[in-house]
């Protein structure tokens, strides 16, 4: 079956524009997830959804960071006013049920802000 | 603060050699305990988890409370085990919390 699906896997941003990245997770999936990779780092957790409703946005670096997952199922991250410093791998993972135990990663999006 | 330490960021070793990929992790409560792998130009996906005592393509982890540490071994490594490994434990919820990893190349 189709895995968990990001798009656009690759996109340049102009310092201060806006990005919208979209995650499609596996269908069915209760829990889904956004992490933040740096070059040279480990993923790092940004916020999750159990269906449509926003958990924990603990890991959102800034006010300039937003996400949703209206009906449960397709989320979006978009980032305002990006920064140099945003430039980053960002994977999305979905999980079956609302616990962690196994999370299905994405292929991520790179974004590159010049 | 929960932290997880990979001290290694590169692990070179021959084919056929042990392999210890070490994981300490500082964590209040008990974490669930995961290792994923990202192998080239794939995605990132789990390799084993704690609390199911598996063994995975060779693969064992176990969970030392008294060392806070979660090593991952195989006692013969194979050149497809050539991967970035990452430790990662969960708390306070359901969000893993990813080490810096280490990059495996097993080598002929």
């Known amino acids: 079956g189709a895995g968990v699906s990001q798009s656009p896997r690759y996109k340049v941003a102009k310092r201060g524009q806006d990005v919208a990245l979209r995650c499609d997770p596996i269908?069915?999936?209760?829990?889904l997830f956004w992490y933040q990779q740096a070059l040279g780092q480990g993923p790092e957790f940004l916020t999750y959804f159990q269906n449509e409703a926003q958990l924990d946005k603990s890991g959102l670096p800034s006010d300039r960071f937003f996400a949703e997952r209206p009906e449960g199922s397709v989320s979006t991250l978009k980032i305002q006013r990006t920064q140099q410093e945003d430039s980053a791998v960002y994977l999305c993972?979905?999980?079956?049920?609302?616990?962690?135990?196994?999370?299905?990663f994405g292929p991520g999006t790179r974004l590159t802000v010049t | 603060a929960q932290r997880v330490t990979q001290p290694e960021k590169l692990l070179s070793v021959f084919k056929g050699a042990p392999v210890e990929l070490k994981c300490n992790y500082s964590y209040s409560g008990s974490p669930e305990l995961f290792w994923y792998v990202q192998y080239s130009r794939q995605r990132l996906q789990l390799l084993l988890r704690?609390?199911s005592r598996e063994s995975i393509k060779g693969f064992t982890a176990d969970l030392n409370k008294g060392e806070t540490s979660f090593h991952l071994k195989k006692p013969f490594a194979q050149e497809e085990d050539s991967a970035m490994y990452y430790c990662a434990p969960t708390g306070g919820g359901n969000k893993l919390t990813f080490g810096t990893g280490t990059q495996l190349k097993v080598e002929l």
């Open positions: 269908s069915g999936h209760v829990s």
């Open positions: 993972a979905s999980s079956l049920t609302d616990a962690a135990y196994e999370q299905y």
């Open positions: 704690h609390i």
